[in-house]
């Protein structure tokens, strides 16, 4: 009897095993959406990796205005003080690698410089790896303001910027790396080996310099993750004939609903009727269902799917992240198809 009862047991496990993963193979299929319409406008969720944006190019042609969704940022440098604040070893220095998207902050007390120039003359000395056919991007950020940026080389080169000088001085330079990617066993990845402000050198080591993947005002040098997106997009050459950013605060559950909303009062002062919106892989059709369920039908809604670099389209299956993210957007869109049901 108790043979038989662990028998039906474990049929009883197979067949909800097949079950779960035929629902699986099913939802790649139909979460992973793209169904364009014919728009000059575009809308690019804020959230996209440099791989993902860098297709935008090759999938929308004629671009004639592009708007931006992403999160506001908050104003928060204590850590950086903090860090600082503490005593640290002296080494020499010997340059510093980012192998993600992150900022390399400089000591403020190094920084302190006694100009009374007008201009600022700064140099970056780095070098950088490619993938999917770029080379590491980045900005530099000074007195946490944007303030250029530039592709590195797979050499070591100094990447000159000229300045105005603020009235308050030089309080903070930092190096942020922004366009990480790994595609097809390549890594792109930022080495800076210095920085040199009005002919003095300081060269990165661990007792100078801070590596921090915090993103806010100070470490980005933009108010937002749409201002960062869109900075991008314009390096890697999209010019559209105009541009747009759309800021929300970030929510607690749900970011796509809380950027849908946002965007719905942007645009009802526009005279937009159509756009697609640009995200990627399993995550297209909950973005493309909730700004059809918060615009409603005033809108002609189309939405483009770009490959992720999170997990092979056609091999998700064969990694657990893929297979746990499936299983997050799966519930996702479920929990979204009833918040939109209830906020009609």
């Known amino acids: 009897m108790i043979i038989k009862k662990v028998k039906y047991s474990l049929v009883f496990i197979l067949i909800l095993m097949g079950f779960l993963a035929i629902i699986l193979f099913w939802s790649a299929s139909f979460l992973d959406y793209n169904a364009p319409v014919k728009s000059g ?18 999938r929308l042609q004629n671009v004639n205005t592009l ?25 020499s220095g010997k340059g510093r690698w980012l192998y993600a998207n992150s900022t390399l902050i400089f000591d403020p007390e190094l920084l302190n410089l006694k100009t009374t120039d007008d201009s600022l003359h700064i140099i970056v000395r780095a070098k950088g790896t ?17 303030s250029g940026d530039n592709f590195s080389t797979g050499k070591m080169k100094d990447y000159s910027f000229d300045l105005v000088n603020d009235d308050d001085g030089l309080k903070a330079v930092a190096v942020r790396f922004d366009n990480d990617c790994g595609f097809d066993g390549e890594d792109r990845n930022l080495f800076v080996y210095s920085i040199i402000i009005d002919g003095e050198q300081i060269v990165a080591g661990k007792s100078n310099s801070l590596i921090t ?12 993750k749409a201002e960062v997106t869109l900075n991008y997009l314009k390096a890697i050459g999209m010019e559209p004939k105009s541009s ?14 809380a950027a849908a909303m946002e965007f719905r009062k942007w645009i009802v002062k526009t005279d937009i009727q159509s ?25 002609e809604i189309g939405i483009v799917s770009l490959e992720t670099e999170k997990y092979g389209k056609n091999s998700w299956w064969q990694s657990v992240r893929g297979i746990g993210m499936m299983i997050d957007e799966l519930f996702s869109y479920i929990g979204c198809t009833v918040q939109c049901s209830f906020n009609k």
Do not use: M
């Open 41 to 58: 406008n575009t809308v690019v969720e804020g959230w996209l990796q440099a791989c993902e944006l860098e297709q935008i190019a090759d």
């Open 67 to 91: 708007i931006v969704v992403g999160n506001t940022y908050s104003d928060n440098n204590k850590f950086v003080q903090d860090y600082f604040n503490e005593k640290r070893p002296d080494n």
């Open 130 to 146: 490619e993938a999917a056919g770029q080379s590491a991007h980045f900005n530099l950020i000074v007195n946490g303001k944007f």
């Open 213 to 224: 993947n915090s993103e806010n005002r100070f470490t980005t040098g933009f108010a937002s």
């Open 244 to 257: 747009h950013t759309v800021s929300f605060t970030p929510a607690r559950e749900n970011q796509t609903y």
């Open 275 to 299: 756009f697609n919106i640009v995200s990627a892989g399993v995550h297209s059709r909950r973005t493309w269902i909730t700004y059809k369920s918060v615009l409603g039908d005033s809108f």
